[in-house]
């Protein structure tokens, strides 16, 4: 959607028309305020999805596999393993 040089002259008018001479530049100031803000908020959030790639300060931690151990309840008998 390409917008040509006439096009832009009736917008203009229309506003002008619209909001007249004295408030036009206090809309156009907000509007560019406005876009602004919209482009740096935007820039900011690409910032910090990048930011965990970046540094590795992150890590996952490593599962750890445990094996389980065998208890006996009296010192006098043994397990199976043990009789072997």
């Known amino acids: 959607m390409n ?4 096009e832009w002259v ?6 002008l028309l619209l ?3 004295k408030k036009l530049p206090e809309l156009g100031k907000s509007i ?3 876009i602004r803000e919209f482009k740096k908020a935007t820039s ?15 890590q996952t931690p490593t599962p750890v ?3 389980p151990q065998q208890t006996t309840m009296n010192s006098s008998h043994t ?3 043990e009789q072997k």
């Not at 917008?3 to 006439?6: A, E, K, N, Q």
């Not at 009736?10 to 506003?15: D, E, G, Q, T």
């Open 32 to 34: 560019g305020k406005g």
């Open 79 to 81: 397990t199976n393993t």
């Open 65 to 67: 596999q445990t094996q």
């Open 19 to 21: 909001f007249g001479p």
């Open 44 to 58: 900011g959030m690409l910032d910090e999805e990048k930011k965990p790639e970046v540094s590795g300060s992150t």
């Open 10 to 15: 009736l917008i203009f008018v229309a506003a």
């Open 3 to 6: 917008i040509s040089g006439l």
